[in-house]
């Protein structure tokens, strides 16, 4: 059964504390990015990558961090620098860029 | 700046009838364009991509593209309550690798 996964659904974080969102794909798709969604607003593209071991920053890619190790991974770190973390973030993932996106079902981060 | 335009909504369509939602965009050289359905608290999902000037029809959707007058249209036949959602328009941006995304257009159709 092919498609994206994130997790977890819901993340609670802290006053200065990092978090990483997950995000993983079995559609062997070389593209994959992270987008930023606050309520009634557009998608924000935080970083993209278009292949293993590269990865470009996005519109607001300031206090967040990425890596792309594997290719069916491409996980999210927001830093204690990203001050209004609060948002639904979502991964998508393409054959290659340009090309139609696919999104995982989502993260909602809060801060406590 | 290249942007994609929306008009937010709500739109507002009884059930049964046509329901037309349109995007503008700004870069001429764009060549993708797509549209996808977002209901509330949940991811996008893709209904319709379009490449070429003219209309593509799949089941109730129409999508229609006029590269000429940098628009495109989803048209929604016999629309019903399960149509209400966020209609997202993302056309690809010609000179980098990423999409444009609209900030979309909220639909309300009414039993």
């Known amino acids: 059964d092919g498609g994206i996964t994130q997790s977890p659904k819901y993340l609670f974080r802290k006053e200065g504390q990092n978090v990483t969102l997950s995000c993983e794909q079995n559609?062997?798709?070389?593209?994959m990015y992270w987008y930023r969604q606050d309520p009634g607003q557009g998608l924000r593209l935080i970083y993209y990558?278009?292949?293993?071991?590269?990865?470009q920053k996005g519109d607001i890619a300031e206090g967040y961090s990425v890596s792309r190790e594997k290719k069916e991974s491409f996980p999210l770190t927001v830093t204690s620098a990203q001050k209004n973390p609060t948002a639904f973030y979502l991964c998508?993932?393409?054959?290659?860029?340009?090309?139609?996106?696919?999104f995982g079902p989502g993260t909602r981060l809060l801060v406590l | 700046q290249k942007e994609v335009e929306q008009n937010s909504g709500p739109l507002s369509v009884p059930e049964g009838a046509i329901a037309s939602l349109n995007c503008t965009y700004s870069?001429?050289?764009?060549?993708?364009f797509f549209w996808y359905r977002q209901y509330s608290g949940k991811s996008p999902e893709l209904i319709m991509s379009?490449?070429s000037n003219g209309d593509k029809e799949d089941g109730r959707f129409t999508a229609q593209l006029n590269k000429a007058s940098q628009y495109v249209s989803l048209l929604i036949r016999d629309s019903q309550p399960s149509d209400s959602a966020t209609y997202l328009c993302?056309?690809?941006?010609?000179?980098?690798?990423?999409?444009?995304w609209g900030a979309g257009t909220k639909l309300i159709i009414k039993p």
């Open positions: 998508a993932s393409s054959m290659a860029t340009q090309e139609t996106q696919y």
């Open positions: 559609l062997n798709h070389d593209a």
């Open positions: 990558s278009q292949i293993v071991n590269d990865f």
């Open positions: 870069d001429r050289v764009s060549q993708s």
């Open positions: 379009i490449y």
């Open positions: 993302a056309v690809n941006d010609g000179s980098n690798y990423q999409l444009i």
